[in-house]
């Protein structure tokens, strides 16, 4: 789906937090955070995926997919600054080089990047609990992004 001129991040969420402190968005409302707050040359959709919610479409001309997943954490650091308990929020993406799972429209196809959005109340405890270090160790540099907030 990806080619030279516009990039594609899929975005899943990670509520990693206790509901009682932060409200957990809706699939709705997780999408409404970028599609509002994102500039005009990123477009936002929702998709119909188990696992994905939200489809980001991005002119590489202008914005690198770790500018893209800066930008879609000061979003939800945004949407969350409301509250009384904030969040740490992460930023995970890593591009897919393997073959699709699925051919559907809105699954990850190889070349767009898989964006794990992550609220959790210790980012260094969730990224030691998924062993982040040792998953992205072996990765070139630009296959992956990580955002901490």
């Keep these: 789906m990806s080619n030279n001129l516009q990039g594609r991040l899929l975005l899943s969420h990670n509520f990693d937090v206790p509901p009682d402190l932060v409200p957990a968005l809706s699939r709705e409302e997780f999408v409404d955070v970028f599609r509002l707050s994102l500039p ?3 477009s ?8 994905w919610i939200v489809e980001i479409l991005f002119p590489t001309a202008e914005y690198s997919p770790s500018q893209v997943g800066e930008l879609c954490a000061q979003a939800l650091a945004n949407k969350r600054r409301t509250g009384s308990a904030i969040p740490e929020i992460l930023v995970l993406g890593g591009i897919k080089t393997t073959p699709p799972t699925s051919d559907s429209p809105d699954s990850l196809q190889p070349g767009d990047w898989g964006v794990d959005v992550v609220e959790t ?5 969730f990224l030691q609990a998924i062993a982040w270090e040792a998953t992205v160790a072996q990765k070139p540099a630009d296959s992956i992004f990580k955002v901490a907030l």
């Design 44 to 51: 936002c959709r929702q998709v119909n995926n188990p696992h």
């Design 121 to 125: 109340r210790s980012g260094e405890a």
């Design 40 to 42: 005009e040359a990123l």
